[in-house]
């Protein structure tokens, strides 16, 4: 059973739009989400994080959101850009555990 | 620095034969993780390293499947015998601290094929 679930394997956005990408997880004791970014042929890299005593953090055209009430998060790009088509991993963790990660989303951004 | 190393970046093999996989960890870095990405299941954990110790092998799908951190610097991961179901990419990561809010940093991984 999968704790955290990216329901969306993938996405399209056009040039300048928003992406947004989604995330929902079952543990309610999860307290830390990290969002990865991974190109073809390359490992997952880290690209922003939230803990659970925020319901908003914001890095340059990156921001992810928190609802705990909803065991939700979401990744927001904006404007987006051709640089941004990868595959987006979701990542939780309990404190004192390791991260759990959901499938992943492809996001791919057109011209 | 040169991130995390692992070799080789490819590899093709019959089912059967014996497979292993090789990591250099981030210097420094005192944790060191194995994980296997496929379409079906993403990103799972397989085990985990920190001071060369294995503190978590829950993930580790079967007896065929063994990983040692022989020193800070070098984790072998063994598939034997490897089965077609074995295929994937195979991901080693390496961080400061098991429980620590700093991310993992991945290397490039290792994409298996059992024929």
């Known amino acids: 059973d999968q704790q955290v679930k990216q329901n969306s394997p993938s996405l399209s956005v056009q040039e300048g739009r928003i992406s947004i990408l989604n995330c929902d997880y079952t543990?309610?004791?999860?307290?830390?989400f990290l969002w990865y970014k991974k190109y073809p042929a390359e490992g997952p890299t880290f690209l922003i994080s939230?803990?659970?005593?925020?319901d908003k953090n914001e890095d340059g055209r990156f921001t992810v959101f928190l609802n705990k009430s909803a065991k939700h998060l979401s990744l927001h790009i904006v404007p987006s850009q051709p640089g941004d088509s990868a595959v987006y991993f979701c990542?939780?963790?309990?404190?004192?555990?390791?991260?759990?990660f959901g499938p992943g989303t492809r996001l791919s951004v057109l011209p | 620095d040169a991130g995390v190393i692992q070799s080789p970046r490819h590899e093709v093999t019959e089912m059967g034969q014996e497979v292993t996989l090789r990591c250099k960890p981030i210097?420094?870095?005192?944790?060191l993780f194995w994980y296997r990405q496929t379409m079906m299941r993403g990103l799972e954990l397989l085990i985990y390293?920190?001071?060369?110790?294995?503190?978590?092998d829950s993930g580790m799908p079967e007896d065929r499947f063994s990983a040692k951190m022989p020193n800070a610097s070098f984790s072998t991961l063994k598939i034997q015998p490897s089965e077609p179901r074995d295929s994937a990419v195979y991901f080693c990561?390496?961080?400061?601290?098991?429980?620590?809010?700093?991310?993992?940093?991945f290397g490039p991984g290792t994409r298996l094929t059992v024929l």
């Open positions: 990561a390496s961080s400061l601290g098991v429980v620590s809010r700093t991310e993992q940093f």
């Open positions: 543990n309610s004791m999860f307290d830390y």
């Open positions: 939230i803990s659970s005593i925020k």
């Open positions: 990542a939780a963790r309990r404190n004192g555990q390791n991260f759990v």
């Open positions: 210097s420094g870095h005192n944790s």
């Open positions: 390293f920190n001071n060369n110790v294995p503190i978590d």
